[in-house]
């Protein structure tokens, strides 16, 4: 979150965060279904990267996501890559873990 980020900043450490931004909490959403409450309102990564002294940019294509990266690994400044992917893309590991949630409550 932003607090860790400001403190490697302020110990001059150059971390590059990735942030898988389905803009959804996808794992909860494979178990109770697509509710309103479940969609998390874009937030301005790349902004917040900024006023914390770094960099950042956001990727919409695996070419975007490779030339950010590339970007981020020449640089001495911190970087926040904001990679957004459809809201319907889940991991495997995700989709396992929401079902293994509906499988508990209905025992």
């Avoid at 150059?14 to 996808?26: E, G, L, Q, T």
């Avoid at 509710?35 to 294509?61: E, F, K, N």
Wanted: aromatic share 8%.
């Amino acid at each position: 979150n932003g607090v860790e980020i400001g403190t490697a900043c302020d110990h001059g450490l150059n971390p590059i965060v990735i942030i898988i931004n389905n803009r959804s909490f996808a794992t909860l959403k494979v178990a109770l279904g697509d509710r309103p409450y479940l969609r998390v309102r874009p937030w301005d990564y790349v902004a917040i990267a900024r006023a914390l002294g770094g960099q950042g940019v956001q990727a919409r294509t695996r070419d975007e996501f490779r030339r950010a990266l590339r970007l981020a690994e020449s640089s001495k400044d911190f970087w926040v890559i904001d990679a957004v992917i459809d809201p319907d893309d889940v991991s495997p590991t995700l989709r396992r873990l929401g079902e293994q949630y509906i499988a508990m409550r209905s025992r």
